[in-house]
């Protein structure tokens, strides 16, 4: 499934890729959850997107709308992935939230994760 044509963005669906994903990838972690990044450095394809939300989130009204804000979230700030082909967004958190709280936690983790690898590369 497409999820946006216009910036070339993919879902991931096949279980063994997503497993991959959660085994060799960076993982950062924030309010709601954990976000895996994956870079396979030899392959130069489009972004390819999961979210993957527990049973014990909510009902399936609030495990669709934590899906339908994450996809947004992406979308709106994709300049944040393009160093990345795969991303993974995992939540664990029963905690109810809006779009601009998600934003906000991801934006800081995603943000800190930047300086600290910035950091890493000057020594």
Known sequence: ???????????????????????????????YGIVFLNKDSDTKERLRFAV???????????????????????VRNITLFKPYNRVIFLFLSKEKFKYKDLEEQLLKALRNEKASFADDSVL
Do not use: P, Q, T
């Open 52 to 74: 993957l939300v527990k049973k014990h989130c909510g009902n399936a009204v609030r495990r669709n709308y934590i899906k339908r804000i994450s996809r947004n979230f992406v």
């Open 1 to 31: 499934m497409n999820l946006s044509k216009r910036l070339n963005i993919v879902s991931v669906s096949d279980s063994k890729e997503i497993k991959y994903i959660l085994d060799h990838s960076k993982k950062i972690y924030f309010k």
